[in-house]
């Protein structure tokens, strides 16, 4: 039986990695299938890891009709056996519902993988409906870590170093140790827009790698008196 399968987790947890595995050990099995991927860290058209791994992808844009992707293929004589979709957070909920028809209609094995929530800690709307239809959702076992060494938990969003909770849903940028300058949106246009992973704690105190290691914490994690 063909599945609808989310893969979650926070950033740096290694989904394009297992993605990218997936459509290996698909392919030497003899299957067809097609990856599509959204605003890669990589480019337009394109799924990478950041371990430097990288293949070419169908990019995924507001209009992406994926049944219709797949029909087309099949007419033209082409095979479809299994579907790859990164970055499901950033797809649109019809989208998915349209990846779960492939699943039940054409027996179409796809493979989401995306996180889960925002840097506000609210669900993306493709991941949330990924949650409601998937036939599994597996958290993967590879756990990135906060500053701290706990297990990280939630994606944190700064500007020029520190953590904010406002602005557009979706800010494409990147990761790396403290954070690091990305592709700003609506809001952000000229500031250095970083993402890095937290720790619940962490992410409720606002305490990013870079406030820790200046020394500055939030006035909430000081003792109270009394």
């Not at 990924?130 to 706990?150: F, I, K, S």
């Amino acid at each position: 039986m063909a599945e609808l399968v989310f893969f979650s987790g926070t950033m740096d947890c290694g989904k394009s990695t297992l993605a990218l595995q997936m459509d290996h050990n698909h392919a030497a099995r003899g299957l067809e299938g097609v990856i599509f991927s959204r605003d890669d860290r990589a480019g337009d058209a394109v799924l990478s890891s950041r371990l430097g791994l990288q293949v070419p992808a169908v990019e995924v844009g507001d209009t992406t009709d994926f049944w219709a992707e797949v029909v087309r293929r099949r007419t033209r004589g082409g095979r479809v056996d299994y579907v790859i979709c990164d970055e499901v957070q950033f797809y649109t909920p019809p989208q998915v519902e349209q990846l779960a028809r492939l699943v039940d209609e054409m027996a179409v094995d796809v493979y989401g993988f995306g996180i889960t929530t925002d840097f506000r800690t609210r669900l993306f709307p493709g991941s949330a409906r990924m949650l409601e239809l998937a036939d599994r959702v597996e958290r993967l076992q590879v756990e990135a870590l906060c500053w701290c060494g706990a297990r990280a938990t939630h994606n944190a969003r700064t500007v020029a170093g520190e953590m904010v909770t406002e602005g557009d849903q979706v800010v494409v940028g990147d990761t790396v140790a403290g954070g690091a300058a990305g592709r700003g949106a609506a809001g952000d246009r000229g500031a250095e827009v970083g993402y890095e992973v937290l720790c619940r704690r962490h992410h409720v105190r606002g305490v990013t790698a870079a406030r820790a290691q200046a020394g500055v914490l939030s006035p909430s994690t000081l003792p109270l008196d009394g």
